[in-house]
């Protein structure tokens, strides 16, 4: 497997004309070789399910150290058991994705016999972020292999030991001319943006993806964009405060908030305010008895993301916003560890309202009429997810209907991301496209029409010289 290396002493420029030739020779064999079997597909596969159980714990105790501390926990739960699961998954149904759709050829056509055959594109680009760097680089790597596509991957600069352990997993599993890992800093990254992928699968910010898009439009290179945004979360009057910080506080908390859909802010009854605070209060030390130097408490991955959190909180402060942490030590630089912090009706033009968190901070806002926050949420950018605690089934029809989201969980938050049967990805701001599951596979997939003339052809009637009778036919069966 080749490696394009941001350790490489070799100047900007060297390692750029090497992601060049990496990225002509991977087009070059895909053009020569422009579809693999099912068997091969499923090997491919099988490699990457073994190597990666032979790497899992190197990958854990990597995504550790590039964190400063990452809950064991949270990195099994997140990034190595959704990789095994969504292995399964397609393994088990790559057949009958691979299988030729039969299509009607409709009245006029026929008889003929109409197929859609799903072709690999060819090279895919996958540019990963440092947040979930293995389950956001394995899972589209192998939806696109499993689609028979070759594979670059442009890991973040954020996460150098993970981006080692996972490169020497890779090797274990597929050979230099199907997979590339590219490290490097921003010119590199944007020389990748600038490749003609068949394709081109990004997650991170909407700021970062519109650039993506900008760059991979010169080549007519189609994209797929995982943003993300402010996800809400909607809590009706029917909940009690008990259940609805239970579900919040681990979607909230999994990897210290740093999850494109985490629940980004809540509604309550204004009347359930102080209840919903004592509750998060208790799960959340129920979760972490010993604060934030619980071993299950995950760092903030750098000094700069640390930061930009502190500066929200200030920005509160100084707004005279109430701002609860729910640990007697709400932050230590040092660590980079920081509480759960709530932050009670924040004003619009706040910070924390204007910017996606990305961490451990959570603004509570009230409401008398349930119905108005649903105005509120339409008003607002279409978000990643959207969450909604409810057991009125009318009212959660309601929401269905009446909002637009990547998609929505109901009385439960980010676990609607870990169903593999269903597409993952956003809408407008949030997102462009999707993958998981059936959805991944056509993704990355070209889907072509296979048109089948037998010895009959009724197509020759359709040629000139038109005659009256022709037309009447057409006319009678066809124009109305």
Not at 49 to 63: E, G, I, M, P
Not at 68 to 81: E, F, K
Request: some cysteine.
């Amino acid at each position: 497997m080749t490696v394009v290396s941001m350790a490489n002493p070799m100047p900007v420029q060297q390692q750029i004309e090497l992601l060049e030739a990496q990225f002509s020779k991977q087009v070059g064999l895909s053009r020569q070789v422009s579809d693999s079997s099912y068997a091969q597909r499923i090997d491919d596969l099988t490699r990457l399910q073994s190597a990666l159980s032979k790497h899992a714990d190197a990958l854990v105790n990597a995504l550790s150290q590039d964190y400063g501390h990452r809950s064991h926990t949270d990195s099994l739960m997140a990034d190595i058991m959704p990789c095994f699961q969504m292995l399964r998954y397609t393994k088990r149904k790559l057949k009958r994705w691979m299988k030729p759709s039969r299509r009607s050829a409709g009245l006029l056509l026929t008889p003929a016999k109409v197929e859609v055959h799903y072709q690999p594109l060819g090279v895919v680009g996958i540019i990963v972020p440092w947040n979930f760097p293995i389950t956001l680089s394995l899972i589209p790597l192998m939806t696109a292999i499993a689609a028979g596509n070759r594979v670059m991957l442009k890991m973040s600069e954020f996460t150098p030991l993970t981006n080692q352990a996972l490169k020497t997993l890779l090797s274990d599993a597929f050979s230099e001319d199907q997979v590339t890992v590219v490290e490097g800093e921003v010119e590199v990254a944007t020389a990748f943006t600038q490749l003609p992928f068949d394709h081109l699968l990004f997650t991170g910010s909407t700021e970062v993806g519109k650039k993506v898009m900008e760059a991979a439009a010169a080549n007519l290179t189609p994209v797929t964009l995982e943003l993300g945004g402010k996800s809400p979360v909607i809590i009706a009057p029917d909940i009690s405060p008990a259940l609805a910080a239970e579900r919040l506080i681990f979607g909230k908390n999994l990897n210290a908030g740093q999850i494109c859909v985490a629940p980004d802010h809540v509604f309550i009854h204004e009347d359930k305010l102080d209840e919903v605070i004592e509750a998060l209060r208790a799960q959340w030390q129920a979760a972490y008895p010993k604060g934030i130097q619980s071993d299950d408490r995950t760092a903030i991955i750098n000094d700069r993301q640390f930061a930009r959190l502190e500066s929200l909180i200030d920005d509160a402060k100084q707004r005279d916003i109430n701002v609860i942490p729910l640990s007697d030590i709400a932050s230590l630089p040092e660590s980079r560890k920081m509480a759960l912090h709530l932050v009670i009706n924040p004003p619009e033009e706040s910070a924390i309202m204007q910017e996606e968190i990305f961490g451990p901070l959570l603004p509570i806002i009230t409401y008398q009429d349930v119905h108005d926050v649903i105005n509120t949420v339409k008003e607002m950018p279409r978000p990643l997810a959207l969450y909604l605690m409810t057991f009125d089934e009318n009212f959660t029809r309601h929401v269905i209907r009446h909002t637009h989201s990547g998609s929505i969980a109901i009385n439960d938050t980010i676990m609607q991301v870990a169903v593999d049967d269903a597409p993952f990805g956003g809408v407008g701001p949030s997102g462009l496209g999707s993958y998981h599951g059936i959805e991944g596979f056509r993704t990355f997939s070209h889907a072509k029409t296979v048109f089948t003339r037998g010895k009959l052809n009724p197509g020759k009637l359709m040629t000139p010289p038109y005659g009256k009778w022709w037309q009447k036919i057409m006319f009678k069966l066809f124009l109305r």
